[in-house]
T-cell receptor, first 111, second 110 residues
């Protein structure tokens, strides 16, 4: 089975600072990868997904970007954080039968 | 537009009692259906999934779910709830991309 790693686990950043969250996957190859943001009472919002190296689809216009430099590495970035970027960020890895497996998440607080 | 509805925001169940969490979906075609559980501050764990075939599916931790095409529903059930089942439960539907419901928080009373 696959394992998804995310770091850092928590992060407090000032408004206007850059952001880099990393996700790596073990136990599978060529997965679909996903970044979600979870806000209280609002479920999961899909931000980006990738079907391969360098292939990124953005689901919502926003202050964030994603990159996939290696098959099992997915990075979420921002050049300048906004207060509204605060939230719980989850990375997921998808299988051929559309199951998604989630990492432990990163709690981001923008102050 | 595709959507997943979980009409109950909170549910409180006594330990040992049965549980049913509701999920309805709106999709162009019958999607793949999933239930996930999330403990506070953690990621989501897959409980069970429905792709095709038998409409009653069994999952981990004693959970099951029933797919009803006529009602566009995929309700999660457990015959006897344990205190450790207290968590938030998410229903999801889709294919390569999943649409998630807003979740149901389960509280278990002694």
């Amino acid at each position: 089975s696959q394992t998804i790693h995310q770091w850092p686990a928590t992060l407090v950043q000032p408004v206007g600072s850059p952001l880099s969250l990393e996700c790596t996957v073990e136990g599978t190859s060529n997965p679909n990868l996903y970044w979600y943001r979870q806000a209280a009472g609002r479920g999961l919002q899909l931000l980006f997904y990738s079907v391969g190296i360098g292939q990124i689809s953005s689901e919502v216009p926003q202050n964030l970007s994603a990159s996939r430099p290696q098959d099992r590495q997915f990075i979420l970035s921002s050049k300048k954080l906004l207060l509204s970027d605060s939230g719980f960020y989850l990375c997921a890895s998808g299988t051929g039968n559309f199951e998604q497996y989630f990492g432990p998440g990163t709690r981001l607080t923008v102050t | 537009a595709q959507s997943v509805t979980q009409p109950d925001i909170h549910i409180t169940v006594s330990e040992g009692a049965s549980l049913e969490l509701r999920c309805n979906y709106s999709y162009g075609a019958t999607p793949y259906l999933f239930w996930y559980v999330q403990s506070p501050g953690q990621g989501l764990q897959l409980l069970l999934k429905y792709f095709s075939g038998d409409t009653l599916v069994q999952g981990i931790k004693g959970f099951e779910a029933e797919f009803k095409r006529s009602q566009s529903s995929f309700n999660l059930r457990k015959p006897s709830v344990h205190w450790s089942d207290a968590a938030e439960y998410f229903c999801a539907a889709g294919f390569q991309k999943l649409v998630f419901g807003t979740g149901t928080r389960l509280l278990v009373s002694p």
